[in-house]
């Protein structure tokens, strides 16, 4: 065993066996870094759209997976492999984290995201990426190996390089579903999807006003079918709300082209044109004028502000159900 002059610490030479397959791991890293990078670069405009700082995050991490396989193509040190493997297990635990409690801030806080074709094939590339890394990471290679490169270590870098191209593909193709977030989420939250980003509602959505005493209905959401075929709402409830301002009783759809968000809404004019839910409120596909929206009757009890930001829409499409956690941003100002 050699020590490091200096540093203490003993310097491991790979076993032979590793050696040969040393250029290969590394690129199999370099191909990885390169398909994530494209895919996460593919959701940056999503992202930017419903709260720039995601957008930019996007932007960041794209930018440094391309830059870190970049630098690997033309070699390896230490540094550089547990540069990439830091940020590849980094970002598989922001994915799983987004995915099982949700982020803790953002107009999405504490909601989690549904699972897509995106970001599942870009965390299994950034996993695989850790994974043949670590190896590396672990030993000191030995100079001069890499230079013999018989024709099986061609063969070996194109038929990887041939598969992570194909995934990254597979994964930023549209599913079909030509709205929503993560490409790829409709697909396991159903064709009823957000309007805007992961948000059933956007940022901008102006805030309701409200006297202490009202009973009013405040929309909550804009329900966007990207299916063939239309869907059937069932029930619908209140997963993250803030505020005392109000409290809410219960929920209606409205049919589209009849209100709008940000706007009271009678009472009157809700149970007259509204369906109630639970229910069956038959949602038709996009392209007719406006949206049918998603309303839940409050009642004003005191001065300050009422919000909602999560909300879950139990419904079924093509004989299939569906229940679907959806941020949104809804407020209610009662004075």
């Known amino acids: 065993m050699k020590m490091a002059a200096g540093s203490g610490a003993a310097e491991l030479p790979a076993p032979a066996a590793l050696q040969g397959?040393?250029?290969?791991?590394?690129?199999?890293?370099?191909?990885?870094?390169?398909?994530a990078a494209a895919i996460h670069a593919s959701q940056i405009r999503n992202h930017l759209d419903e709260w720039p700082p995601a957008g930019l995050t996007f932007l960041g991490l794209a930018a440094i997976e391309a830059a870190l396989g970049a630098v690997l193509a033309f070699g390896e040190s230490f540094s550089l492999t547990m540069g990439a493997i830091a940020v590849s297990l980094a970002t598989i635990w922001?994915?799983?984290?987004?995915?099982?409690?949700?982020?803790?801030?953002?107009?999405d806080a504490g909601i989690p995201e549904p699972v897509g074709r995106p970001d599942l094939m870009a965390t299994v590339l950034e996993t695989v990426t850790a994974l043949v890394l670590i190896p590396?990471?672990?030993?000191?290679?030995?100079?001069?190996?890499?230079?013999?490169?018989?024709?099986?270590?061609y063969l070996s870098i194109g038929a990887i390089g041939l598969l992570t191209a194909t995934l990254t593909w597979f994964a930023v193709q549209p599913t079909g579903v030509v709205c929503g977030g993560h490409g790829g989420a409709p697909l396991l939250t159903g064709p009823l999807v957000p309007i805007d980003g992961h948000s059933i509602l956007s940022r901008g959505t102006p805030t309701t006003e409200a006297r202490v005493g009202e009973t009013l209905g405040l929309v909550v959401g804009q329900l966007r079918n990207c299916g063939s075929d239309p869907v059937t709402v069932h029930s619908a409830r209140v997963i993250t709300a803030s505020g005392s301002a109000a409290f809410g009783s219960s929920f209606w759809v409205v049919p589209s082209g009849l209100t709008q968000p940000g706007r009271p809404i009678s009472t009157s004019f809700l149970h007259r044109d509204g369906t109630p839910l639970p229910g069956e409120a038959t949602i038709e596909t996009e392209g007719s004028a406006g949206l049918p929206t998603l309303v839940l009757e409050v009642r004003a009890v005191a001065s300050g502000s009422f919000f909602v930001n999560g909300i879950e829409i139990t419904y079924a499409a093509l004989g299939r159900a569906y229940t679907s956690p959806y941020a949104t941003v809804a407020e209610l100002s009662v004075g």
Do not use: M, N, Q, Y
């Open 136 to 153: 590396l990471a672990a030993s000191k290679p030995t100079p001069g190996r890499e230079a013999r490169k018989p024709p099986v270590w």
């Open 94 to 107: 922001l994915w799983a984290l987004s995915r099982t409690i949700g982020i803790p801030f953002g107009p």
């Open 21 to 35: 397959w040393r250029p290969i791991l590394r690129w199999a890293a370099v191909f990885t870094l390169w398909g």
